[in-house]
């Protein structure tokens, strides 16, 4: 208890004795009464009026502390963009480059459903990727991981429309139940025999792909955990790593990890989409991106 508070008690407690005193009550009944009902009554009083001091302290000083604390991430900003600026970079234009060549290509995409679909797909992907880089830009890695999660998730959902078509994007487009969410797959003919009684799940749709990355599914299980309130999310962070961050607030580690993984799941989703065009200018951009999440691996490997 500071001292004001301490002075605010007291001068609390000289009044009710006062007035007590004043009143006529005795020494033993003034103790008996300040044991059973004026204590707890003066505590509950004391805690009210201190966290309203402290409010009142914060709302009125809140850009006084908001700037001393930014003061204080000068440094640390300072050593990050050092260390990191270049390979973000080339993050942040990985964005620029999707939405730009998805914003080109719409244009003439058709009306088809399964053109629709993964059109829709690579948008929210495109607004994923660029949360990940927002999260990575700010040195949060465990918040980027976990929403890689989602782009990953986004980008086997887009290979399993492109192999399987038409019918799939438009199961897909016009599903509306929200409580099942893949269940809109279970009429296709990959999933002919499937349990009636199980649902579909993610595992399931990555399983009916013909194409798909036995070396990603683990990783996408370590990214599941990451968001998850269990020991491994909480104890084994890239906030924590080697105990030598402190777990708290933006960190130095860890950075690389949702910013490659970002780069190729953005670039699955962006080869499914463009796939299904014919033209030269696509193949084109297939190999820009291609070109692009490389030399992003290599800017991003080479710092230590």
Known sequence: MNDKHMDNLMESVEKWLSDEIEIGRSEEEIIDKFDKTYFTELSLGIIDVSAEMYCNNFESNARVIIENSERGDEEFYRKFIDKWGKALRLSKIMYYMCKEILQSYQRNQGNSFL??????????????????????SAGLADGAWARWRTLYELGVLSQFIAENGEEAGEKFYKHKDSKNYYDWARSLPCFEGYPEENYITFNAIFNKCKHKNRHWKKTYESASIAIHACTEGTLRRFGNYKKVATGIGPEMYGIDTPAIYAAESIGIISL??????????????????HKWIDLLKDHYSRIQ
């Not at 053109?115 to 990575?136: A, D, N, P």
């Not at 499914?272 to 297939?286: A, Q």
């Open 115 to 136: 053109m629709k679909s993964l059109s829709e797909i690579y948008i929210r992907g495109c607004q994923v990727y660029l949360e990940v880089i927002t999260l990575v």
């Open 272 to 289: 499914n989409y463009l796939g299904e065009f014919k033209d030269l200018n696509s193949r084109i951009m297939l190999k820009l991106i």
